[in-house]
């Protein structure tokens, strides 16, 4: 019988693309996706260590698997990704969960099926960290969850340190793909009826800064949006210091490219932008945003804001308040500041005690979720484009989309309508997604059903 792997993603889309790429080695080795976890021979856990809070969560889901593993001798469990990148991290793993068989880190996925045969060979565990490397290895094969929408890496590694941040000390160096390369993969996912594509990289804008002759990321959209067949351009994530008017500017004009910005500020403090080495005020991302609007009135914008950096005052954080009042953005993503050991905040005087961050996160929230609320308000009445992804989490009889903008719509359909385009009128919207109902796309027949076995699907 064919031996079954399951993955556990954390964190972001660099590592669900990564998880990807190891359900595409084993199912190469002749593995298959186990439908629990506890079915399965090989359990994955690919980590996050970008708070404290993801690397925790990892940590204490690895250990519940003890029992398992007593139960089941022969289960191998194997951990990756970001966490297993950190100093002493493999050591600390291997004490508090002896149980693992496996550690490997961010530079040699390719490598899990060696190390799969060399525990089986040896019946000991097998630890392999590379601390970075200078090749990038193409044309790795690939499970993607999705058949109509894919993430495509075009960097990897970050080069900002931004000194609260630990990506560039777990991902390394940042690397570009050649154009020709990321170009033949997504002409090639768009003949196998691909839709949408997310260009992947922890700095897009700085795309191609190294490659010889240099490319610029502005040329790349320009070249993917020739592509025939493909009907939406993607990119995360932006760095505000990074993104020149010119950029706007063609953006603007592709066709493909969603009008969504996703923006992370950070902090609306000068004082606390420049500790945490961001390379622009809060001015100069004003006028980013006062730029895209201008060309683009429709465009959303999003962020990410951190709240708590070590140091930050009552008026740094009124600062940040009142930039994300005056710059209305369509939704946020906010985190408390987690300290990252071996990054220069984590050696900052003056860090934040918990509670005050944690008031200073609920208070941003607060403003931030009034906004959200007003703006997708406005959207009511209004026929917007939406590329169905799936089954809403929670009732079956309720499809899901994407508007061009990046917001999340939910209307009753049946599931053949998935993966496909259809306009959706905006009736009652909220704070987080827009509800509504199909107007046109896919025949009438085909989203009249509210019957809830209609559509049912298998979620993993
Ligand atoms: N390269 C991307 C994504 C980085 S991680 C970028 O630059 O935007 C995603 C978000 O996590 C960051 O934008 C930041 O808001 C947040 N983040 C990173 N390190 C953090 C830390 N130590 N504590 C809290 N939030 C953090
Ligand atoms: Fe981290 Fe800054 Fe790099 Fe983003 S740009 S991954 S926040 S160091
Ligand atoms: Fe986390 Fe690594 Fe992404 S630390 S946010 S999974 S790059």
């Keep these: 019988m064919e031996k079954t792997y399951f993955i556990i993603t954390f964190g972001c889309q660099a590592n669900e693309h990564d998880s990807e790429i190891l359900a595409g080695l084993l199912v190469k080795k002749g593995y298959q996706a186990a439908t629990s976890i506890d079915k399965a021979d090989l359990i994955l856990f690919n980590t996050c260590c970008v708070r404290k809070k ?37 050591q600390k793993i291997r004490q508090r969960a002896p149980h693992v068989d496996l550690i490997f880190g961010t530079h ?44 495509v890496n075009i960097t990897y590694g970050c080069d900002n340190f931004c000194t609260y941040c630990i990506v560039p000390y777990v991902r390394g160096r940042e690397k570009s ?24 990289g922890q700095n897009v804008n700085s795309y191609g800064r190294t490659l010889i002759p240099p490319f610029s990321f502005g040329e790349l959209l320009k070249k993917v949006n020739e ?5 939406r351009i993607r990119y995360l994530t ?66 990410d804001l951190i709240v708590g950096f070590p140091g930050e005052s009552d008026e740094d954080f009124k600062d940040t308040l009142e930039l994300v009042e005056k710059l209305r953005f369509d939704s946020a ?62 009732e079956t009889s309720v499809l899901e989309g994407k508007s061009e903008t990046n917001k999340t719509v939910l209307f009753i359909g049946k599931k053949n309508l998935i993966g496909k385009f259809v306009q959706v009128e905006i009736t009652e919207p909220q704070t987080w997604i827009l509800k509504g109902k199909v107007v046109t796309g896919g025949g009438k027949e085909e989203y009249v059903g509210t019957n809830p076995n209609d559509a049912t699907i298998s979620r993993n």
């Design 177 to 200: 793909r050649q154009p020709e390369n990321i170009l033949k993969e997504i002409s090639q996912l768009v003949d196998d009826g691909v839709k949408e594509v997310l260009l992947l």
């Design 333 to 394: 993503f906010t985190f408390i500041y987690s300290t990252r050991s071996g990054t220069p905040a984590a050696k900052l005087p003056d860090q934040i005690p918990l509670n005050i961050k944690k008031a200073r996160l609920q208070e941003l929230m607060l403003i931030q979720n009034k906004i959200s609320k007003e703006i997708n308000e406005s959207l009511k009445g209004h026929i917007i484009e939406i590329l169905v992804e799936g089954i809403s989490k929670k």
């Design 54 to 90: 993801a690397e925790n969560k990892a940590l204490s889901q690895i250990g519940e698997l003890k029992k398992l593993k007593k139960q089941k001798p022969d289960l191998m469990i194997g951990v990756c990704g970001c966490m297993v990148q950190q100093k002493n991290m493999p």
């Design 238 to 303: 932006s760095h505000p210091r990074d993104f020149k008017p010119e950029l706007i500017q063609i953006i603007s004009q592709l066709d493909k490219v969603c009008k969504h910005f996703h923006l992370p500020l950070q902090s609306g403090s000068n004082r606390i932008l420049r500790k945490m080495g961001r390379g622009y005020t809060g001015e100069d991302y004003q006028k980013l945003v006062q730029e895209i609007r201008r060309l683009m009135p429709q465009a959303s914008i999003t962020t």
């Design 227 to 231: 592509i025939q067949g493909l009907k």
């Design 108 to 151: 040699n996925l390719e490598q899990i099926i060696t190390l799969i045969d060399q525990v089986l060979k040896t019946k000991e565990p097998q630890v392999q960290i590379l601390p970075d490397r200078k090749i990038i290895v193409e044309n790795l094969p690939k499970i993607r969850e999705k058949p109509f929408k894919a993430l």
